[in-house]
Nanobody, 118 residues
Framework: QVQLVESGGGLVQAGGSLRLSCVAS????????VGWYRQAPGKQRELVAS???????NYGDSVKGRFTISRDNAKNTVYLQMNSLKPEDTGVYYC????????????WGQGTQVTVSA
């Protein structure tokens, strides 16, 4: 089992920045695909950003050029730096870790609220 603890959400004005952090338990973080998803009220959960164990990143179209995902395997931590925030970025942000083998697993954090005011 992998447990994920997120932090860093909050209320910010449009144009501001926030950095989310997610600390994972366990010993297989370095081989995992890590990612951030978000869910706005009344909408489906969507991918914000992901990063493979080799460092390849993927971003949702709406956040490209504004958000940056990074990871520190020594600290079992994944980050999401969010700049130039917009009101439409408001939602609950979830950390996700996908373990590819040994055994496989798909783990989610409890979510952290991000609210961007106009």
């Amino acid at each position: 089992q992998v447990q994920l603890v997120e932090s860093g959400g909050g209320l910010v004005q449009a144009g501001g920045s926030l950095r989310l952090s997610c600390v994972a338990s366990g010993s297989r973080f370095s081989i995992s695909v890590v990612g951030w998803y978000r869910q706005a009220p009344g909408k489906q959960r969507e991918l914000v950003a992901s990063m493979t164990s080799g460092g390849t990143t993927n971003y949702g179209d709406s956040v490209k050029g504004r958000f940056t995902i990074s990871r520190d395997n020594a600290k079992n931590t994944v980050y999401l730096q969010m700049n130039s925030l917009k009101p439409e970025d408001t939602g609950v942000y979830y950390c996700n870790v996908k373990v590819p083998w040994g055994p496989t697993g798909d783990y989610w954090g409890q979510g952290t609220q991000v609210t961007v005011s106009a």
